[in-house]
């Protein structure tokens, strides 16, 4: 459960549209923030959560750094974009 994101025993997850999850980040037995949690869900307020890193501080370079959590605000609008996808640890 902890690639999930869940990092408490019990720990609440709605796997909704698209492969997008939302994680319940307060107590279960707190019956006030469960009703919130999915009456958010339910009017589709909630954010998704992502495994993401921190967006930069400065994007100014020539090569934007285009993280997890920002994904759909660049991509899929009016520019062409070219992505290159890498995982550091990889060498």
Known sequence: VQNLGITETPGIL???DNNKKFLF???VSDGDAL???FDGYASGSLNAHMKSEPVPESNDDPVYVLVGSEFDKVIGGE?????EFYA???G
Request: glycine residues 12%.
């Open 14 to 16: 709605i796997a909704g």
């Open 25 to 27: 980040d307060g107590k």
């Open 35 to 37: 009703k919130a949690f």
């Open 79 to 83: 520019a062409d974009v070219f992505v």
């Open 88 to 90: 550091p640890w990889c």
